[in-house]
Antibody, heavy 129, light 103 residues
Framework: QVQLQESGPGLVKPSETLSLTCTVS??????????WSWIRQPPGKGLEWIGD???????NYNPSLKSRITMSINTSKNQFSLNLSSVTAADTAVYYC?????????????????????WGQGTLVTVSS | EVVLTQSPGTLSLSPGERATLSCRAS???????LAWYQQKPGQAPRLLIF???TRATGIPDRFSGTGSGTDFTLSISRLEPEDFAVYYC????FGQGTKVEIK
């Protein structure tokens, strides 16, 4: 059974960097069959895709967050990570990691769309001084 | 960017009734690459449908997805008590969600 588990500080100060790690069990992050994503949900609000990463280190980021995001992957630990810099209160959210499948068009090119197959339970990160 | 608009915002129904949830895209969805997720309070979302109409592993057949182009629908044929939740459609962005509540 594939499981994902987020970990990291629950409280981050404004202007600092939010750092989270997702540990995968029951599957290998370097299988080549999936991408690995971060999604967030502010309290009482909807879902926002942050970005995804492939085992090669190739990434796709949400354009609205791109300047502040760094994602990395550690295949030896079967983990992937998110760094979000210069955080503000607007970054307060539950952060989810997810195993991801990308959609490709009929020519075999990435369409820009994906779906999130398996989710972690989520971790609440609060930005506050 | 494709913007997804879900309607209604809230659907009040009784167990055993049929639920019909709408998701409209601001432009045609490439390849009908649309997914639906269910989220219950305090839980992570769960994938229900991908590729517009394919049920994810373990999803009961009372859930069905249809549509093409800009108009997509999630139907729940007979609501079970565990189906009362918030439902999101997703392509490259998420819709704002439809809450299915007990009437």
């Amino acid at each position: 059974q594939v499981q994902l588990q987020e970990s990291g500080p629950g409280l981050v100060k404004p202007s600092e960097t939010l750092s989270l790690t997702c540990t995968v069990s029951g599957a290998s992050v370097n299988s080549g069959s999936h991408y690995w994503s971060w999604i967030r949900q502010p309290p009482g609000k909807g879902l926002e895709w942050i970005g995804d990463i492939y085992y090669t280190g190739s990434t796709n980021y949400n354009p609205s967050l791109k300047s502040r995001i760094t994602m990395s992957i550690n295949t030896s630990k079967n983990q992937f990570s998110l760094n979000l810099s210069s955080v503000t209160a607007a970054d307060t959210a539950v952060y989810y990691c997810a195993r991801t499948v990308l959609y490709y068009d009929s020519r075999g090119y990435y369409s820009g769309a994906q779906y999130f197959q398996i989710w972690g339970q989520g971790t609440l990160v609060t930005v506050s001084s | 960017e494709v913007v997804l608009t879900q309607s209604p915002g809230t659907l009040s129904l009784s167990p055993g009734e049929r639920a019909t949830l709408s998701c409209r895209a601001s432009q045609s969805v490439i390849g009908d690459f649309l997914a639906w997720y269910q989220q219950k309070p305090g839980q992570a979302p769960r994938l229900l449908i991908f590729g517009t109409s394919t049920r994810a592993t373990g999803i009961p057949d009372r859930f069905s997805g249809t549509g093409s182009g800009t108009d997509f629908t999630l139907s729940i044929s007979r609501l079970e008590p565990e189906d009362f939740a918030v439902y999101y459609c997703h392509h490259t962005t998420f819709g704002q969600g439809t809450k299915v509540e007990i009437k």
